[in-house]
């Protein structure tokens, strides 16, 4: 049906501009029960097909025929059918389709659906070929560009693809694999490899007789208590010490197989026999000799020499067992070169950031700074390329510094502005320390430039943390100058007092300035001191006296909302003076 009333408009367009010779040819309009019916039958695929219509032939001529607000509502219709489906176009071809479908609706003033379905589309896109994903961000800016709400999403799908492309180039080297047995296998053959040594050590000393007790051996344990006590009175202890070297390694030999025994059972005594072999005698008739004790017990002293071969053993055996048991290398990473260029896709980004700084100057801003602090991010990496990372971090701050000055003339979007500013300066690592330096000084500058005292006082008083930076956990990174932060303290203690004389309600300017102390006193800025604190405290306290009564209803709460942060601020201090982990808060004097 479709195909048919495309002919058929086709040869009426023929023939009128065969009637019409010499002038352009121009299609006639459709009746209204044509164009309803038309956009009907447009929309018919697109909830089972959603994205899939663009396959079917002809469907974007056969949508040209309809008026722009008619092609408006079936491109609505295809957008709802892909946030449902969740389709996205594969290609920059399939792309290139969608966009000409959606032309019509950029025509006209989009509603926030319409500005919320297509930045979904741009977010989606994604593709395995890093170029062809990039090419498509390249065809969306190319046809979106008269929307500066759609800038700001190609943006960030930008930076996303930023990531993507270094971590693609990242390459993990798995160390080989160790070629000794499992270290399950390993710690059972080393437990059978030290039973078996011990087998062998005290199997080299034993003798057959110590495992099978001689007949006068027998007949001497069936002896009694008292004969036992008469053969040792009538061998002296001191004949044994002059025994022959060949009786002591006998008499060790026996000592180190019995030695259990000898421990565990009472009334047992060593003698030698006629022939240098000892006899053991026990009350309990030779049952230790035949149960032995556990493994736990003390074994008999050994000769020292015996003792130096076995640690020698143990130590060899302790050798094996580290080689064995050694813990695997660590994986190495390398990069290789990235697929795309990675300065090519931020110099795509600041193009994209520049398009709306005539229209909208503080988001451009905003955008210049969020990108650098990515690029930052990427300079800690080893990726090829990277090295270039500070340079664009740089020109990106350098940016919004420039727009800045020449764009942001308001006061809330200026002071807006220095928050992002220091913000991101803070967290930037990149940086060397000259360019660092210039561009937090040009910062507290700007803040230094605002229109009002009260509010010169608070962005100054945020620059100071600037020239001190300190991490969450308290230790202090990058740049470090405390004078310049006690200087720009100062400061704002000059105009917060001719803000306050001038409006008592900037009272408040003089407890967030305390704040700002007890942070870098608490830090260990060293040129903030205990003296400072004291003076300030002893301040806030006079103008909270003088004024309590005088301030008037419109700044009341302002009032209030300063003595309640005051009086927590005091309890901070007077918590910090109890711990006694931290002494220094001692030295503060709060008595009024």
Do not use: W
């Not at 830090?523 to 003296?531: H, K, S």
Request: charged share 25%; proline share 5%.
């Amino acid at each position: 049906v479709c195909m048919e009333f495309i002919k058929q408009v086709q040869t009426m367009q023929a023939l009128t501009s065969n009637e019409n010779a010499g002038t352009a040819p121009s299609s006639k309009e459709l009746e209204e029960a044509s164009i309803t019916e038309l956009e009907k039958l447009l929309s018919i695929p697109l909830e089972s097909l959603s994205l899939r219509v663009l396959e079917i032939s002809q469907y974007s001529a056969l949508l040209a025929f309809l008026p722009a607000q008619n092609q408006r509502d079936v491109g609505m219709t295809l957008l709802r059918a892909m946030d449902s489906s969740g389709d996205v176009p594969k290609n920059v071809e399939e792309l290139q389709q969608l966009y000409n479908i959606l032309t019509a609706t950029a025509t006209t003033t989009m509603t926030q659906e319409e500005v919320s379905l297509k930045s979904k589309v741009l977010h989606r896109i994604h593709h395995a070929n890093a170029q062809v994903e990039f090419d498509m961000l390249q065809l969306s800016r190319a046809r979106l560009a008269a929307e500066v709400s759609f800038l700001v999403p190609i943006v960030f799908c930008t930076l996303r693809l930023v990531n993507r492309v270094v971590q693609e180039s990242r390459v993990v080297v798995e160390p080989k694999e160790p070629s000794e047995q499992p270290v399950e296998e390993a710690s059972k053959t080393e437990e059978g490899t030290a039973g078996k040594e011990e087998e062998a050590i005290s199997g080299k000393e034993e003798s057959p007789a110590a495992t099978e007790p001689p007949a006068d051996a027998k007949e001497k344990e069936a002896a009694t208590p008292d004969d036992d006590k008469a053969d040792k009175e009538e061998k002296p202890a001191g004949e044994e010490a002059k025994d022959s070297s060949g009786e002591k390694e006998e008499a060790a030999g026996e000592a180190a197989t019995d030695g259990t025994d000898k421990e565990g059972t009472t009334g047992e005594v060593t003698k030698p026999d006629e022939d240098g072999a000892d006899k053991k005698a026990t009350a309990d008739d030779g049952k230790a000799a035949a149960e032995p004790e556990p493994e736990t017990k003390a074994p008999a002293k050994e000769p020292e020499g015996t003792k130096q071969e076995d640690a020698d053993e143990v130590t060899n055996v302790n050798g094996g067992e580290d080689a064995k048991t050694k813990e695997p290398e660590a994986p190495t990473v390398t990069f290789v070169e990235p697929s795309i260029p990675i300065r090519k896709l931020f110099v795509f980004v600041q193009d994209t950031i520049g398009m709306m700084s005539k229209s909208h100057p503080e988001v451009t801003v905003k955008l210049f700074l969020s990108s650098a602090l990515a690029a930052d991010g990427f300079a800690g990496t080893k990726a090829i390329g990277s090295e270039a990372f500070y340079q664009v971090t740089q020109e990106l701050v350098m940016q919004a510094f420039m727009l800045h000055e020449t764009e942001i003339q308001e006061a809330g979007a200026q002071q807006r502005c220095i928050v992002q500013m220091v913000g991101t300066l803070l967290a930037c690592r990149a940086l060397e320390k000259a360019d660092y330096e210039r561009l937090i000084t040009k910062a507290t500058q700007y803040a230094a430039k605002m229109m009002k005292k009260r509010d010169q006082c608070q962005m100054v008083a945020l620059c100071s943390h600037l020239f001190f930076c300190i991490t969450q956990e308290g230790e202090t990174v990058g740049y470090q100058n405390p004078q310049r932060t006690l200087e720009c303290l100062q400061r704002c203690l000059k105009l917060a007092d001719a803000s306050t004389t001038a409006e008592p309600g900037s009272l408040f300017l003089f407890v967030d300035l305390l704040d700002h102390y007890v942070y870098f006193f608490e830090n260990n800025n060293p040129v903030i001191t205990a003296a400072y604190i004291t003076g300030l405290v002893a301040l806030v306290r006079e103008h909270l006296e003088s004024m309590n009564g005088t301030i008037g209803p419109t700044n009341a709460s302002i009032f209030h909302d300063a003595r309640a942060h005051f009086e927590e601020i005091m309890m901070y201090i007077r918590r910090k003076q109890s711990s006694t982990e931290n002494t220094k808060f001692a030295q503060i004097s709060l008595d009024s």
